[in-house]
């Protein structure tokens, strides 16, 4: 069993920056692709981002350019750096473990992001 740890969030102006952090346990970390999700109020979650073991990103449209993924295999740990931060990003993020049939979340952290 993986247990995720996200990390990070909290209120900010629009254009403000935010970094999320996502602690995993266990040692399956640097095998595994790691995503971040979010989930605003009244809506579905949705992809946001992940980055495979071997460091491929991919980012949802509405987030290219303005958000990094990236991850520290030593430490058991990926990050979500947020930037241009738009009313819009407001929800819960959530962070996400792939690997083979092993499927992991962690708990989320709310991102608030006022106008």
């Known amino acids: 069993q993986v247990q995720l740890v996200e990390s990070g969030g909290g209120l900010v102006q629009a254009g403000g920056s935010l970094r999320l952090v996502c602690l995993a346990s266990?040692?399956?970390?640097?095998?595994?692709?790691m995503g971040w999700y979010r989930q605003a109020p009244g809506k579905q979650r949705e992809f946001v981002a992940t980055?495979?073991?071997?460091?491929?990103?991919n980012y949802a449209d509405s987030v290219k350019g303005r958000f990094t993924i990236s991850r520290d295999n030593a430490k058991n740990t990926v990050y979500l750096q947020m930037s241009s931060l738009k009313p819009e990003d407001t929800a819960v993020y959530y962070c996400?473990?792939?690997?083979?049939?092993?499927?992991?979340w962690g708990q989320g952290t709310q991102v608030t992001v006022s106008s």
């Open positions: 996400h473990l792939m690997r083979v049939t092993l499927r992991s």
């Open positions: 266990g040692n399956i970390f640097s095998t595994s692709t």
């Open positions: 980055i495979t073991d071997g460091g491929n990103t």
